[in-house]
């Protein structure tokens, strides 16, 4: 089994940053892609961005140029840097993994922007 825990959302006004953790544990051995998704409340959860393990990377067009997702496969914890919130940024987060034809996810954490 994987397990995943995000951390590093809260609060934060319109054009303001954070950055958010996602650290991996468990049985991982070949990931494929970590990802970020998010839902918003009434909506369907959304691919932010992902990141395979060969190196493409793909966003949303909704936060490209402005979110940045990295990973640091030594420590098995993948990031997401989110700049210039906008309140339509509002939603729970969640971590998503992908290890052969599994896929794991984690708790979410919420990250609210005010206007």
């Known amino acids: 089994q994987v397990q995943l825990v995000e951390s590093g959302g809260g609060l934060v006004q319109a054009g303001g940053s954070l950055r958010l953790s996602c650290a991996a544990s468990g049985s991982i051995f070949s990931i494929n892609a970590m990802g970020w998704y998010r839902q918003a409340p009434g909506e369907q959860r959304e691919l932010v961005a992902i990141?395979?393990?060969?190196?493409?990377?793909n966003y949303a067009d909704s936060v490209k140029g402005r979110f940045t997702i990295s990973r640091d496969n030594a420590k098995n914890t993948m990031y997401l840097q989110m700049n210039s919130l906008k309140p339509e940024d509002t939603a729970v987060y969640y971590c998503s993994l992908i290890q052969n034809v599994a896929r794991y996810w984690g708790k979410g954490t919420l990250v609210t922007v005010s206007s």
């Open positions: 990141k395979t393990t060969s190196g493409s990377t």
